[in-house]
């Protein structure tokens, strides 16, 4: 297995790592769309993201990578297969799948042999692309370079988190959990605005003007270069420091909570910046609480928010803010603070006098 370098010895752009790390932690926020020049370390961060994170428990004959603890989610074949509950556990690794950019409907989602089926009533489902990534890491390079049906179909099983093929009556389903991450250089033409709202987060990168920095990224690809092997146990500790963070993170994301207040925060936040569409609300929140697993704990607080929208806005906004006047997290922190002030005067003047404040009704 060819070396992979280090995600935690990537100098600067802590905003894609940060997409990518919270994609990691909570896959069903939607993937990450990464916009930069070339050697900006787009890629490198794709595949060192995969590599950091922890191996996958699968039931061990399954072409799917079926997760033994959850059933309900099994492809058809486990289905059939395992109802008595009987079958083996192995581990492995994270996969990551390199999409190219020929790949073709048929290539992604998987095939049904129609003629086996007509001749010898056998049901035989030959794998996609999708089948491959789930429970892994689907890497689109020149994702605006993909056919648009194409992006379509991925955008679809990474929301939906599971494949379903029908062809002549016969369907077959699998599986689809995936963290979507999907690179491009803008120089090379756009994606559409419908499918660019599609992507969950969206980071804008650009190579780093400070000097040390490049001194850095230098020193550090020559030591990987000259010696793969040494320069990852240098960085052995910060890497299983952040995979287990990551797998933590996992275990209690679901479990984070928030209040009535934090979704009219988000839904004041986005209103007030004439976001389009409600997709981004719900990101802003799925983000939130994923930095919040993250950081370890269990609710969330208004910098999560900020935070989640510095990642979730950029793409959706028609001008102003992000473009103009590079709004970033501490002017969005402003921002929230500003509306959460506004809601506390507006529940005071509700509020009669004399009267208290119901606490579990704000």
């Not at 079926?66 to 109802?83: D, F, L």
């Not at 369907?171 to 250089?185: E, Q, Y």
Request: glycine share 6%.
């Amino acid at each position: 297995m060819a070396n992979i370098y280090p995600f935690t010895a990537i100098v600067g752009q802590e905003r894609m790592k940060r997409a990518l790390i919270l994609n990691a932690v909570y896959p069903r926020i939607g993937g990450v769309l990464i916009r930069g020049e070339r050697g900006t370390a787009k890629s490198t961060a794709a595949r060192a993201l995969a590599a950091l994170l922890p191996p996958v428990k699968v039931i061990e004959t399954c072409r799917f990578n079926c997760n033994p603890r959850h059933s309900e989610s099994w492809c058809t074949e486990c289905k059939e297969k395992y109802t008595d509950g009987h079958y083996h556990i192995t581990e492995k690794p994270t996969p990551f799948i390199n999409l190219p950019v020929s790949a073709t409907e048929d290539r992604v989602v998987g095939t049904l042999d129609i003629e086996k089926a007509i001749q010898k009533g056998e049901r035989h489902f030959e794998p996609g692309i999708l089948a491959s990534a789930n429970r892994g890491l689907l890497y689109i390079d020149e994702v605006n370079l993909l056919d648009d049906h194409v992006v379509d179909v991925l955008l679809d099983a990474a929301a939906m988190g599971v494949n379903n093929v029908e062809r002549e009556g016969i369907s077959f389903s699998h599986p689809a959990r995936f963290i979507l991450v999907g690179t491009m250089n803008p120089e090379e033409g756009d994606l559409r605005p419908q499918l660019l709202d599609r992507f969950a987060l969206s980071v804008d990168i650009f190579g780093l003007l400070d000097a040390r920095q490049r001194v850095a990224i230098m020193e550090r690809n020559l030591g990987f270069e000259k010696d793969p092997v040494g320069f990852l146990g240098e960085w052995q500790e910060e890497e299983q420091r952040l995979s287990a963070q990551i797998s933590r993170a996992r275990e209690i994301v679901d479990q984070v909570t928030y209040s009535s207040r934090d979704l009219l925060t988000i839904a004041s936040l986005t209103a007030s910046m004439k976001v389009d569409g409600h997709r981004s609300d719900l990101v802003i929140l799925k983000a939130a609480r994923a930095q919040a697993a993250f950081e370890g704990r269990y609710t969330i607080t208004p910098m999560d928010i900020a935070l989640a929208a510095e990642l979730a806005l950029p793409h959706r906004m028609r001008r102003g803010p992000f473009e103009t006047a590079g709004m970033d997290v501490t002017q969005l922190q402003e921002r929230i603070d500003e509306l959460a002030g506004a809601q506390s005067s507006q529940e005071e003047r509700a509020t009669p006098t004399g009267e208290p404040v119901d606490e579990k009704k704000k």
